[in-house]
Structure formats: structure tokens, C-alpha cells
């Protein structure tokens, strides 16, 4: 039985600033550890994206103890993705990476597409997954942000709306939490708060995802986290209710359809997690 990582969770402090200040190459260094009772086999989705907006300039993994492993591309992402079978006992691994981030600017009249007009690529980001229930939230949606003029501005309401409405609170959503879950109980973490963005997306015809990354939070201690981003004027761009931190300096690992896509961990087996630092640093 494959088991999700749960959703990376802690309180926000404070609001990022509006138009943070461009840094073009970040470090991470990201340690994991767990304790297994038998052997187990793991799927990681720690590595940098490389591709796009990013690029990767320099990495480094560490295994201990030193089993074999292997990355290969997602074949419907292209994220990389790590494999590897690890003995009884206890498994380390340390990535550093040193990843260039181009400047993302927001088009804030980029305009949303006609469903005719979308490439066939992205039609599946329009249909209802089992964290993302466009479906069954498509009234809500409609009647929240249906009357609003089409594009940016909309998806950014969206954002906002779900940041004023949605209480960040650590303990209330887990791995089976859905998007409908969370409208109704409006609280959780950043997976859900992103998983209702998508939704609502969704839900009106815009395609969207979620997007998982590095990034350095207001507050620490670091974490994975998770954003959405809504395909606008022929581009993908990033939106984070949450306000954690500026998401233009999100260091992407993976993008998908919802957090089943882009667990950090994918545990086929039982492990008690020993540690979690996935730390992330402008880079001198």
C-alpha cells in the first residue's frame, strides 16, 4: 500500500510584501530521515525542477546508507522523481541543489482562454480529481466569482477570497481531506488552501494545478509548500492564498493535477519520519 507524505503545516505570521525584491539563484539543502521496521520502497519528489522558469546549476544527493537509486522524468509532468529500496533501519538522504529562477512577471490583463482555443495538453486540467471536485463545487463557484470580469483579476480574487475566508490551521485536514472538505469546514493547510484554488478554477473553465516547492516562509522553520497556478494569456502563473511568502521566489520541484501527483514522499511500506529540514537560502 503506497502511502502520501502529509501535507507540510505550520502558522503563518505575518503577510509577505507586495512586490518583493527579485533574487535570481537560490540554495537548497533539504534532509530527510526515517526509521524502518522492514525493507520499504520510497518515490521522492525532492529534486529542483529543471525546465521553464528554472534552471538547475549545480546538485548533490546523499544516501545512507548508500543504496541504489534512479531519477527519471514523470511522464505526464516531466518533474524528476527518485526511486530507491531501502533496508531495515535508518535511511538518510541530503539534497542540495543551486537553482537559477528567472524573473516571473504578472501580466495583471492576461486574459483567460475559450476552452476551443486550449491546447490539448491542458484539457485535463479542467476536469475534477479526487482532492480538486470542480464538479461538485461548480455552483459555489459560479455564485462566488461567476459575475466577476474573466482573467487575472478573477483568479486573484479567487486567491483572496480563500485567504480571507479559509483559517491556516495545522491539524484540522490530513491525506484523504478534500477541496469540498475544506469549503465546508474553511480551515486547513497549504495543500487544501491550494487544492480550493484550483477547484474553483476549475470549476469556471480555467485550467489550473498544483504547484510544490522550496521556498523561504516570513517565519520559519522552512517546509515544503504548496501554490496553484492558473493557465492566463498562454502561461502559467502562480497564486498562494496562504500569503506565506512572496511566490515568485517559490523554487518549483513539481507541478500536477492535485497533492496525489506531487507528495514529497510516496512510502510503499511502514516508516516513522525522523526528520524534514527541506531549508531554502538566497544564494550568495
Known amino acids: 500500500m503506497s502511502t502520501p507524505a502529509t501535507a507540510p503545516a505550520f502558522s503563518p505570521a505575518s503577510q509577505p510584501t507586495a512586490s518583493p525584491a527579485p533574487i535570481s539563484n537560490w540554495t ?5 530521515a526515517y526509521e524502518l ?14 525546465g521553464a522558469d528554472q534552471q538547475v546549476l549545480a546538485e548533490s544527493l546523499e544516501l545512507s546508507p548508500g543504496v541504489a537509486s534512479h ?21 538518510k538522504l541530503h539534497y542540495q541543489a543551486t537553482v537559477h529562477v528567472a524573473p516571473r512577471l504578472r501580466d495583471t490583463g492576461a486574459a483567460e482562454l475559450p476552452v476551443q482555443d486550449l491546447p490539448d495538453a491542458l484539457v485535463h486540467q479542467l476536469m475534477p480529481t479526487r482532492y480538486c471536485e470542480s464538479d461538485l463545487l461548480a455552483r459555489a463557484a459560479y455564485k462566488l466569482f461567476g459575475n466577476l470580469p474573466p482573467g487575472y ?12 475566508n479559509v483559517d491556516y490551521v495545522i491539524g484540522t485536514t490530513d491525506t484523504t481531506t478534500t477541496s469540498c472538505d475544506v469549503f465546508r469546514q474553511r480551515a486547513g493547510v497549504c495543500r487544501d488552501f491550494a487544492h480550493l484554488g484550483v477547484t474553483f478554477c476549475r470549476a469556471l473553465n480555467i485550467p489550473a494545478r498544483l504547484a510544490v516547492g522550496y521556498v523561504r516562509f516570513n517565519q520559519p522553520p522552512p517546509d515544503f509548500h504548496a501554490v496553484f497556478e492558473a493557465y492566463l494569456g498562454g502561461q502559467w502563473v502562480l497564486f498562494d492564498p496562504t500569503q506565506m511568502a512572496p511566490v515568485e521566489h517559490l523554487v518549483r520541484i513539481a507541478c500536477g493535477r492535485d497533492a496525489k501527483d506531487v507528495a514529497f514522499s510516496t512510502i510503499f511500506g511502514q516508516a516513522t519520519m525522523l526528520t524534514m529540514t527541506p531549508d531554502v537560502q538566497p544564494a550568495a
Do not use: M
Open 28 to 32: 537548497i539543502d533539504c534532509q530527510l
Open 37 to 50: 521496521n522492514d525493507p520499504t520502497h520510497f518515490i521522492f519528489q525532492i529534486h529542483a525542477w529543471h
Open 153 to 164: 483579476a478573477r483568479v486573484q480574487a479567487i486567491s483572496d477570497w480563500i485567504h480571507d
Open 71 to 91: 531519477v527519471y522524468l514523470d511522464p505526464l509532468s516531466h518533474h524528476r522523481t527518485l526511486r530507491l529500496q531501502a533496508p531495515q533501519g535508518v535511511l
